[in-house]
């Protein structure tokens, strides 16, 4: 079985300051990992994805994620939190169902940011 | 990048009434789409996969008979939510994915939110 958690439901930093979230997963075999951002009454942005090559992945906003192996995780960062960078992120794992004919996504609950000025 | 579009983004109607719901990918084609709902301040729940000129498959719990979804071409699939009442209310979203691998990302619509009054 796979499953992703992510460790807290809301995080709050100050402009300027980094940003940490993170994210553990559970998988039977080697995953492919995923970070979303949702802004309010918005889909899903893809800001990055793991697929086994690099272990540091570099994504769009000066996000990045390093996924270790030893620990299942796959925490997202950034340098420097912008207030355009208040929303909610999604941590996901692909997910090939017995007897499925094609992969699906299992998504963590999700982790608020919020961005004080 | 890859772009889903999802119509319309807002819709209000009557208690009843059956309402659809577009999901197209402009600028690649997509074998295969995915439904999700989201209820407010939680994650995303798959309602459906769907495949381009198959049934769609859905998940545990979801009438398939109350959401009816068409994958008619590569770049198009429609859910349809017949005689909607109150507790249809939500948030729905549509994604697509290139391809059939797990390391291909998908794509999300900016969803629709349907108020069944």
């Known amino acids: 079985a796979q499953s992703v958690t992510q460790l807290d439901s809301h995080v709050s930093v100050s402009e300027g300051t980094p940003v940490l979230l993170r994210c553990n997963y559970s998988s039977s075999y080697s995953p492919s990992l995923f970070w979303y951002v949702q802004h309010p009454n918005k889909g899903l942005q893809l800001l990055l994805k793991y697929t086994s090559a690099a272990t540091l992945v570099k994504g769009i906003n000066g996000f990045e994620a390093e996924f270790k192996k030893s620990e299942t995780s796959f925490h997202l960062t950034k340098p420097s939190a912008h207030m355009s960078d208040a929303a909610e992120y999604f941590c996901v794992v692909t997910l090939l169902p017995p007897g499925a004919g094609s992969y699906q996504l299992t998504f963590g609950k999700g982790t608020k940011l919020s961005v004080i000025p | 990048g890859a772009v889903v579009s999802q119509h319309p983004s807002w819709v209000i109607c009557k208690s009843g009434t059956s309402v659809k719901i577009e999901c197209r990918s402009l600028?690649?084609?997509?074998?295969?789409m995915f439904w999700y709902r989201q209820f407010p301040k939680q994650s995303l729940m798959l309602m459906a996969t769907?495949?381009?000129?198959?049934?769609?498959?859905?998940e545990q719990g979801v009438e398939k008979d109350k959401f009816l979804i068409n994958h008619a071409s590569l770049t198009l699939s429609t859910l349809t939510v017949t005689s909607a009442h109150p507790e249809d209310s939500s948030f729905y979203i549509c994604s697509a994915r290139e391809g059939q691998g797990a390391i291909q990302p998908q794509h999300f619509g900016d969803g629709t939110r349907l108020s069944i009054l």
């Open positions: 769907s495949n381009e000129g198959s049934k769609a498959t859905y």
């Open positions: 600028d690649f084609q997509a074998t295969t």
